[in-house]
């Protein structure tokens, strides 16, 4: 099997199971025979169709006389990867481009098509590759970005032209590998030698960032020197305020990436109980902690929505909710075509777990709630509405000593600030009994 063939598949995989692309290109590499240079053209297509999708479809409605929808499966992704290749893979020459997808439908016993697909793919050439231009700003802007227009019309609202067309334009490229440097392993010069292609990151002490398409080969990962971590996770971690010895939960936990660095701002003592809702994801903190070497961590299965009196009060608690997801979709641009009705109903879940996550902690004890999306009515407005239930609660500061724009009590980072993730940070304090009754 080649790169495209193998494409093809994924793409008609993820979009009938609706799988996280990142987890399904990562199996179907692992359990392929292709060469490291073919691994990278495989996950360029389907990566590149995944992100320009909307795009892509706009273009071939225009040149093709079948409906879309009534195209074979097959047949469908194999146009899209054609039109990819000649319009974003300059080193891909139109002849070959043409040519290899003609052959795909021959490998995929859709012989009958051959033509179709040469024939639209031909007339693109032909027409100079020109994007069909609309009337419609709304959707000239979502075929621009390839977003759905209901989003990039909430992202106008929320945060202005420039700011949301400057989010989705990077949601557009290629986002950068950050690690975290596992401090309890040895110190900087150490690490360097244990893993010698990772470059300081500008932003953040012990962030460092790396090249490569597979992690887990590179040196020093197997050994623990490291995690990925994206930046914008990194500063979450830092903003937790956790120091040795005290008692922190961490209830959304999985992956586990946050738990490994609050970990080691532990200095691996105290105890971290990290909780996740899917037992199968307990099981990624519960092998990353033993690969890195950190031994205060202890997973379990749990409902971060379901009060259980068994457990401490805790000094800080991580509450980083189940969430759109929308400041990831660089990494995971399926996520961006999800039904916005569903995501109506996530902001009442995750007061819900804020409130639950709130019951554990001790006085004057810190709280941060964390999102990996960018909408508002998952972030701040979330968090305003358990303040104004909960008196006894006050925002403080997310990280004052970096100063703006951390030195609010709600901060949004969006990925054109630092090249991180979309993210959100909300701090809280429970207060003592002494403020409470304004003494």
């Known amino acids: 099997m080649d790169a495209r063939k193998l494409a093809v598949q994924l793409l008609m995989q993820t ?112 027409d ?60 900087a ?12 990151h500008p932003v953040l002490p012990d962030a460092y960032l790396l090249h490569g398409t597979n992690v887990k080969t590179l040196p020093g990962f197997q050994e623990g020197w490291f995690h990925v971590q994206d930046l914008a996770s990194q500063f979450c971690s830092l903003a937790v305020g956790a120091k040795p010895g005290e008692t922190v939960l961490d209830l959304c936990a999985a992956p586990g990436g946050k738990t490994f660095t609050i970990a080691q701002y532990m200095q691996d003592t105290g105890t971290l109980l990290a909780f996740d809702l899917q037992p199968a994801r307990v099981s990624l903190i519960q092998e990353g902690a ?62 819900r777990i804020l409130e639950t996550a709130s019951q554990y902690l001790k006085e004057n004890g810190t709280l941060l709630y964390s999102t990996c999306t960018v909408l508002k009515e998952e972030n701040e407005q979330v968090v305003r509405a358990f303040l104004r239930a909960h008196p006894d609660f006050e925002a403080i500061p997310v990280l004052p000593e970096l100063g703006a724009p951390f030195d609010a009590p709600m901060v949004t980072l969006l990925p054109q600030f630092y090249n991180s993730d979309g993210f959100f940070m909300a701090k809280l304090r429970r207060k003592s009994k002494q403020q409470k009754e304004g003494k």
């Open 15 to 126: 979009e009938k199971q609706n799988q996280y692309s990142n987890l399904a290109l990562d199996h179907a590499l692992d359990q392929s025979n292709l060469p490291e240079q073919e691994r990278r053209f495989c996950a360029a297509l389907y990566y590149g169709v995944m992100e320009r999708r909307i795009t892509l479809d706009y273009i071939l409605r225009h040149y093709s006389k079948k409906k879309l929808h009534q195209l074979d499966a097959a047949v469908l992704q194999i146009l899209r990867i054609g039109i990819y290749q000649l319009k974003y893979m300059d080193r891909v020459p139109d002849a070959a481009a043409i040519h290899t997808c003609v052959a795909l439908t021959r490998s995929f016993r859709k012989s009958s098509a051959s033509g179709f697909v040469n024939a639209v793919l031909r007339q693109y050439v032909r």
């Open 128 to 187: 100079e590759k020109k994007v069909p231009e609309s009337d419609d700003p709304l959707e000239a802007a979502s075929v621009l970005y390839a977003v759905p227009i209901w989003l990039e019309k909430k992202l106008v609202q929320q945060y202005g032209k420039q700011a949301a067309h400057a989010f989705l334009e990077n949601a557009l490229q290629t986002p950068p590998i950050t690690i975290r440097r596992n401090v309890q392993m040895g110190d």
């Open 189 to 200: 010069v150490a690490f360097q030698k244990a893993v010698p292609g990772a470059n300081p």
């Open 290 to 351: 033993k690969r890195l070497r950190l031994h205060c961590i202890t997973a379990a299965q749990g409902d971060a929505a379901v009060y259980r009196e068994e457990l401490p009060k805790a000094d800080r608690i991580l509450c980083d909710v189940p969430c759109s997801g929308l400041g990831v979709i660089r990494r995971k641009p399926e996520i961006k075509e999800k039904n916005p009705a569903e995501l109506a109903e996530l902001p009442a879940i995750q007061l």
